[in-house]
């Protein structure tokens, strides 16, 4: 399964956009892009998927380029309780899923 | 809808006792993962069960530790002659039958095992 790079932490203030990248650059024709947010004591918990261009839902917005060789994960307006890590992972349609260290946001007031 | 159940959060054992952890998977899922991980750490796969199937358990330590997922009851991930370096947090995660392009897990609130 190919490698996903993302920093090892960000601060941000409430109410501020975050942005944050992982490179992909041995992405497979065939692998999604898929974050995971995990609070401190419990499990990740899917937050959005994308293949390519734009996908939106209602915590997050998805960017990834034409060459798919990188993503960005947009969390607009954080607050405090999104302090977390996250996590970008890549996979195909079989089950294998493989965490890397993850980004540790911490939102501060 | 529950969702998936750990049992138990919390588990203290001795050097050289046995841990069994149990996980129920969300109703009509059919595919139960495990995963450890350490302080500070990502979450390391260990394993993938379908019912009575181990389908890929290239995570797994060799010795000590093996899983199952009987046709009835939770899915159990035991380690035999538990030693500190066992000392983790232990998720399981489970997903519906079929094969899915998203693959979106959802996991449980983790087992954390500690041994002294």
């Known amino acids: 399964l190919a490698k996903t790079t993302q920093p090892i932490s960000m601060d941000s203030y409430e109410g501020q956009e975050v942005n944050i990248t992982c490179s992909h650059n041995n992405i497979a024709t065939n692998d999604y892009i898929t974050w995971y947010q995990q609070f401190p004591s419990q499990g990740p918990r899917f937050i959005i998927q994308g293949y390519k261009t734009k996908v939106t839902n209602e915590v997050a917005s998805l960017f990834i380029p034409a060459d798919r060789k990188s993503s960005t994960l947009s969390l607009p307006r954080v607050s405090l309780s999104d302090t977390a890590v996250y996590y970008c992972l890549l996979h195909t349609g079989g089950f294998k899923t493989i965490f890397g260290a993850g980004t540790r946001l911490f939102v501060k007031a | 809808n529950a969702g998936v159940m750990q049992n138990p959060r919390h588990l203290v054992r001795r050097r050289g006792q046995e841990a069994r952890l149990r996980c129920s998977p969300m109703?009509?899922?059919?595919?139960v993962y495990w995963y450890r991980q350490l302080p500070e750490e990502g979450l390391k796969f260990m394993v993938y069960l379908q019912k009575e199937n181990i389908i890929d358990e290239s995570g797994m330590p060799k010795e000590r530790f093996s899983a199952e997922f009987p046709k009835e009851g939770p899915s159990i991930l035991r380690i035999q002659q538990v030693v500190r370096g066992d000392s983790a947090a232990y998720f399981c995660?489970?997903?519906?039958?079929?094969?899915?392009?998203?693959?979106?897990?959802?996991f449980g609130p983790g087992t954390r095992l500690t041994v002294l």
């Open positions: 995660a489970s997903s519906p039958p079929g094969v899915l392009t998203n693959n979106e897990q959802f």
């Open positions: 109703k009509g899922h059919s595919h």
